[in-house]
Nanobody
Framework: QVQLQESGGGLVQAGGSLRLSCATS????????LGWFRRAPGKGRDFVAA????????NYADSVKGRFTISRDDAKNTMYLQMNSLKPEDTAVYYC???????????????WGQGTQVTVSS
């Protein structure tokens, strides 16, 4: 069982930045591929970014490419999402996830955090 805890959400003005963190106490953190998803008000949960467990290969949703950066520090059992040039449409609850394979599909991930709210004001 992997327990994930997100932090770093909050209220920011458009154009601003936030860095989300996703931490776990699991010692085998480095064996998992990791992802970020988000759920905007009244919508389903959408893929944001992912990073693989072995090569650290990353991929992003088109809507965040060039603005968001996913990274991981396996020594700290922590994953990050640096979000720059934030837009009001980035407002959502952000979830981190862990699984064997990385990708854009929710079903690839076995473990999920509780989510952290990000609100971008115009």
């Amino acid at each position: 069982q992997v327990q994930l805890q997100e932090s770093g959400g909050g209220l920011v003005q458009a154009g601003g930045s936030l860095r989300l963190s996703c931490a776990t106490s699991k010692r085998t953190f480095n064996t998992y591929s990791l992802g970020w998803f988000r759920r905007a008000p009244g919508k389903g949960r959408d893929f944001v970014a992912a990073i693989s467990r072995s090569t650290g290969t990353t991929n992003y949703a088109d809507s965040v490419k060039g603005r968001f950066t996913i990274s991981r520090d396996d020594a700290k059992n922590t994953m990050y999402l640096q979000m720059n040039s934030l837009k009001p449409e980035d407002t959502a609850v952000y979830y981190c996830a862990a699984g064997f394979d990385s990708g854009e599909t929710e079903g690839l991930y076995d473990y999920w955090g509780q989510g952290t709210q990000v609100t971008v004001s115009s």
